[in-house]
Each structure stands twice: as C-alpha cells, then as structure tokens.
C-alpha cells in the first residue's frame, strides 16, 4: 500500500503544484497542511523531513521529495492515473520548456509582487523579534535574503520594475502560446498546465491591466477551462486563506 | 521532418547536447555557428522562436525542428535520448530520475551561471569588447531577451563585479564539493548508472580545470571521474567539432546569476 504525504502550504504557486498533479492521478495522499506565514517550514519537525525548509516536500514510501515541479514528474512516473505528459518527445520537450521559463525566469517576478502585496504585509503585522529570531532559523541563506526583503518591503525599485517587466511580458508570450494550441505547450493538459495555472489562476484579479477577457481572451478561454476540472476543484477547496476564496470571484467572472 | 542543430563549439551547453546526441544515436544535420559573432540570433527559417528569444541558458545550442526553435540543453538531451525510445540517458526509476532532474537543475541554476562568468570574463571578455561601436549595436538589437542583452553589453564594457567573481568562484568551488561527495562510494558515474547528470556536469565543469585548479586539488574523484566522461566515444565525438584548438575556453554568454541569490 502506497503512505504518500504532502507537505504543502495554500493551492497557490509552488504548493499548488503537486496538490493538484496527485489529484489529477487519483492518488490518495495524507495532507500536512504547513503554514508559510507562521514558518511552519522553517521548525524542527519538519526541517526533519526537509533540512532546506522549502515547502512543498513530499514523502512515498519513506522516500522524501522536493522542489515542486521535479515532484510533480515523479508523481507523473510513479502513478498510475492520466498520463500528464505528452506522449511525443517534441511536445514533452515544451512542456518542460514552459515550466522552466515559469520556474526561474517569471516565478520569482510573480513572487516578487506577490510577496511585496500580500505575504509581507501579513507577516510584517507580528512581533519584530518573533520574526527576527524565525529568519535566522531559515537554512538557506538567498531565502534568508529573500525574506528579510519581502517582511520590510526592501525589494529595490530596480528589482520591482524588472519584475513588473517579467510579468508583463510573460503574460503577454503565454497569450500567444494559447492562440497556437489549448493548452500550455501542447493539445493535452499537462503538468506545464498545472504548473502555470498555479501562478496565473488570479491574474484577472492581481493584474487587470495586464490579463482580463478583453485583453488576453485565449489565456481567459484556458482558465476556464482548467478552473472547470474536479481536480482543481478539489484542490482549491482545501485551501484555508484569501488567496483561495480568489478562485471564487474568478469563477464568478469568467462565468458572466 | 527537418531538424538541425545548430551549436557552438563544444563547450558548456553545445557540448552537453552534442555528446546527448551521440549517444542517443540519433542522426541530425550539426551545423557549427559562431556564437560570439552573434550567428545564433540570426537564424532563418524560425517560425516558432519563444525558446530562441526568452531561453534562459544564454548562448546555448538551438534544434531547428520544422521551424521550431528548440533550446535548454537538458532538455535537448532528453529529447534525443526519447526521440530514439530510450537511449539509457535517464533512468528507468522514478525516485532516480528524480534524482537525476534535481541534480541538474542544481547544475543548471548554480554552476552554469557561474562558470559562464568565470569562462567568459577569462576568454570572452576581450573578443567581445572588441567588437566595434557599430557592429556591437547591430548585434545587440539583434538579441531579444533584454537580461542577455544586458550580458553581452556588461561584457561589451568590461565591467567588473567583484561581489559576482567571487559568489561565482564559491559556485564552482561547492559543485566540485558535491561531485566528490557524490562518487565518494567509488561509483564511475553520478547517478550510479551514466545519465544526462554526467554530460551535463562535465560540460561546465570540465573548463574550469584549468581557470579555478585550486577547486580541484583535492578532489581525487572528481578528477578520475572528469577523465572517464572525457574518455567517453560521445564526449570525443563532440570535442572533434571543435573549430578552435582548445575549446573548452571557448565562452559565450549563458544564464543569468540568480536573482533571488
């Protein structure tokens, strides 16, 4: 008998990500739902099962897992389920493309705002020592950084127009992507969806001026039909925070 | 079908997808292209050029399949190794090719960057600020993702990082580190059985031997293992495209360092 347990934080950008490919397979797993904003990843408990404290982390079988899309190759691999990779090596070859493109160059701008609007002004409500003393237990320096920048909202101006530049010009080039075939990357939906759609599922909300059904109605038509799958279903409802009932309001507009 | 690829001179990324694509066995049309005269942004026939324009590896080699601009090298190589139904690049298990997969994005977003810096502040830094006003502007707007624009114009000026160099030479030194960790149990290849992780690893690791030695002095195994991926037919045939006589110094601009560290 498979003991798959998951680690994992909101149905939100990395989290999301292999929440929603275990779904996608029918493969029944045991929630460890790891609160971000109290550095639950960040304790001994869990810094047991991953000494990096990145979350989302995954055990099968004793095995231990992380960083969210290699995760969501092996759940591919290992599952019996849909096949969530295309089965002709081209099309396999943009998948992992477009996850790449999402993972290292455009994330890390959505997450740049993300953190800057959402995460730091929550977390920047408690107890400047509590927080000092929960930043020096990060185990990897550049999170360190990148945590004392999104808590003091210390992201440059610099740092914060590339970002905008990012995702600007990103959602532009995956509207593009959507305009040649119905899914990311190839005609089946695929981990480079579920990838994706983790970082853009709000964007009608986060970034109106950028994403909305008059300016990118292929990127709308591909929400939409993602939104409408069980499995996204099923994985937005575990969500516990705002970031969830988002997908709420989305629906309510894509389905005027 | 039509496919070609067009790749630099083995070294880094070409010779990554080079080797992968010998031991594939896979049969493509290899045309060598010079990458520091900026021949890789101005190929014809693209009808699909996202992976050509955005790819994040910098100056890596481009597959020309019908049109399509094809880039990143471990991906090029496991479209080789699946295109010829499973040439043993990757392994068979699951848990192993996630081994594999993490391992190379280990490489991939932390050495790479980093001995493209290195390589190119040593051996590229000179050819390319030596490219005349007027030619260096054709070929900048020539190239268009603006963060490896911006490498070449950093290159162009020669300017100097010295925050950079260092971040960089602490990179390759902690990659050597894992290696030998790594084959510390007396295995011949990283991941056990040979794989992409190999090829992947020596092509940026491979040339800084000779810029960053001291990284190496220690490192027995490493150093025995860097000799049987060289002594490999698929390594040899890629470094028997080289053009030049040593063309593991031979540089163009790869990824970008890290933004978030």
Known sequence: MDEVTLYHWEPNANSGKPMLALMEKGVPFVSRYTDMLLFDQHKPEYLAINPQGTIPAMTHNGLVLTESTAIMEYVNDRFDGPDLMP?????????????????QWLGPSFSMIGWSVFVGPMVRQRDPAELDAAIERIPLPERRVAWRKAISGAFSETEMAESRRRVGLGIAKLEEELGKRPYVGSDQYTLADINIFNSTYSLPLSQPDLAGKDKTPNIMRWLKRVYARDAVKKTWAMGKTDLASRYGLIMAEIEE | MSAVLYH????????????????????????????????????????????????????????????????????????FDEAAGGAGLQPADAYARWEMMMWCRQITERLSPAAALLGNMANAQDAIAAIPADAFGALASSIVSDDLRERWQDLHDGKIDAAQIADSEAKVAAAVERCEKQLADGRDWLMGSFSIADLVTYSWLAGMQTLQAAAFADASHTQAWLARVAARPSVQAALAKATVPEPLRAWAPGPEINRWG
């Not at chain 2, 020309?64 to 496991?78: N, P, R």
Request: aromatic share 6%; hydrophobic share 45%.
């Open chain 1, 87 to 103: 089965a002709d090596a081209q099309d396999s070859w943009r998948v992992r493309w477009w996850m790449k493109f999402m993972d």
């Open chain 2, 8 to 79: 630099g001179e083995p070294n880094g990324a070409s010779l990554t997808v080079l080797a992968a694509l010998a031991e594939s066995g896979v049969t493509i049309e290899c045309r060598h292209i010079d990458l520091l005269a900026g021949e890789r942004h101005a190929l014809s026939g693209v009808t699909e050029s996202i992976a050509l324009d955005l790819g994040i590896e910098g100056e890596g080699p481009v597959l020309m399949v019908d049109g399509e601009a094809m880039t990143e090298s471990v991906f090029l190589a496991q479209y």
